[in-house]
């Protein structure tokens, strides 16, 4: 994912990625400090996470049918958005409900300043430059969720998703490439690979201004393996991506 602005990399590496230094392995082997739990119940709730001394809000819906190790799928909502918005415009509950996954969709915080993918503060979720799993707040709010969703419902450690939606999508996909070692797979809407300084400044690429236009165009796949060999830049002039 091209950000558009710097960020670490490991230029030892195969490919140039953001470097992730911190612990490896399963949710249940990472030391991140947090505080605060998951209620032993079912529904749709809210839970509250304390990282880095900021209380994070979490929308939880735990299905019935959850089973002994559910999987656990982590929704990102857009700007100025939360938790239960995101819960609610993707319709992941139903998908909880009728799937026995476990969804977790945190809420991001206010930035007092803008970054790539905003001209001034909002409320949106931290990506890069800050790359650092120990100190970008949402990756270890994210890390929390993981380690006390293993705790709490004993999720599936090799079944953990994360999806979401525009600065969410850009949050999922940053997600998924520093925790690559926890993260199973990613899904995203409306985020895409941004090649430009600003995503303010990026031209639209698509060939029509019309609902009927758009949904006529072909789709976009940010990912790549034997069965969907597509290829996503990572070096010469996209040496940003990640």
Sequence with gaps: ???????????????DVPRDEGPTGPPTSDPVA???SFAARTGRFTAT????????????????????SPPLLMVFHGTNGDGAVAMTESNAQALANSMGVVVAAPSSRWRPVGDFDHATEETYWETAPNADIENNQDLVLVRAIMVEAQRAYGVDPMRIYAMGHSNGAFFAQFVAVLL????????????GLVRCARTTSCRFQGSGTTCAALRAQAGYCACAGAELPVAVPTRGGCRRAC
């Excluded at 994912?1 to 490919?15: A, I, K, T």
């Excluded at 926890?182 to 985020?191: D, K, L, P, Q, Y």
């Design 34 to 36: 947090y505080a605060g």
């Design 1 to 15: 994912m091209d950000l558009g602005v710097d960020v670490p990399v490991d230029r030892e590496s195969p490919v």
């Design 49 to 68: 996470l304390t990282v880095r001394g900021e209380r994070r809000s979490v929308v939880l819906v735990v299905p019935t049918n959850a089973g002994a």
């Design 180 to 191: 690559r070692d926890r993260i199973a797979a990613f899904s995203e809407n409306s985020g």
